[in-house]
T-cell receptor, first 111, second 113 residues
Framework: GENVEQHPSTLSVQEGDSAVIKCTYS??????FPWYKQELGKRPQLIID?????GEKKDQRIAVTLNKTAKHFSLHITETQPEDSAVYFC??????????FGTGTSLTVIP | GAVVSQHPSWVICKSGTSVKIECRSL??????MFWYRQFPKQSLMLMAT?????????EQGVEKDKFLINHASLTLSTLTVTSAHPEDSSFYIC?????????FGPGTRLTVL
């Protein structure tokens, strides 16, 4: 099956700074890469996603980049705010099928 | 957007008993649902794919006789943890896809004493 690795496991940034989380995947058939934000004890919430036919996607302060050749994708959060503090998971999927999640990154934004 | 519910949200049981967790898609039909477990401060681990009207597909290392999955209708999948033991204590989350997007249930926290 798919193997998704995620780094770093923890990340602390000052409010206003940028945060970058990186993921790699193993299965070249994967073609859909969502990012989820999970607050303690709550369900994961989709924040942005990218498909394999696109190299970059942006939504306000959040952007995702994908390098299919290298099999890695990254989440970029700019102008971080305290409410961005949460655990972030990347995932890889062959469309409509199972999601395989990365190990998660605990992001802390320091006011 | 699509809504997925789970019941119960929290359950405590004695070791050796069985616990059933329900996952429902409230405003859409789901021929496929997925079950995950999540230990504290860890990632979501895919356990199995629940298929309406057929047997579930289990991930490697997941005991199918331990975690019974039934997907009897297009809106309901159940996960039964049989003969639960303390090591089964975890956060269990289901999801259902709409197109590419997975919609997650709120999760069920299982504590086995």
């Amino acid at each position: 099956g798919e193997n998704v690795e995620q780094h770093p496991s923890t990340l602390s940034v000052q409010e206003g700074d940028s945060a970058v989380i990186k993921c790699t995947y193993s299965d070249s058939a994967s073609n859909y890469f969502p990012w989820y934000k999970q607050e303690l004890g709550k369900r994961p919430q989709l924040i942005i996603d990218i498909r394999s036919n696109v190299g970059e996607k942006k939504d306000q302060r959040i952007a995702v980049t994908l390098n299919k050749t290298a099999k890695h994708f990254s989440l970029h959060i700019t102008e971080t705010q305290p409410e961005d503090s949460a655990v972030y998971f990347c995932a890889a999927s062959y469309t409509g099928n199972q999601f395989y999640f990365g190990t998660g990154t605990s992001l802390t934004v320091i006011p | 957007g699509a809504v997925v519910s789970q019941h119960p949200s929290w359950v405590i049981c004695k070791s050796g008993t069985s616990v059933k967790i329900e996952c429902r898609s409230l405003d859409f039909q789901a021929t496929t649902m997925f079950w995950y477990r999540q230990f504290p401060k860890q990632s979501l681990m895919l356990m199995a794919t629940s298929n309406e009207g057929s047997k579930a597909t289990y991930e490697q290392g997941v005991e199918k006789d331990k975690f019974l999955i039934n997907h009897a209708s297009l809106t309901l999948s159940t996960l039964t943890v049989t003969s639960a033991h303390p090591e089964d204590s975890s956060f269990y989350i289901c999801s259902a896809p709409v197109g590419d997007t997975q919609y997650f249930g709120p999760g069920t926290r299982l504590t086995v004493l």
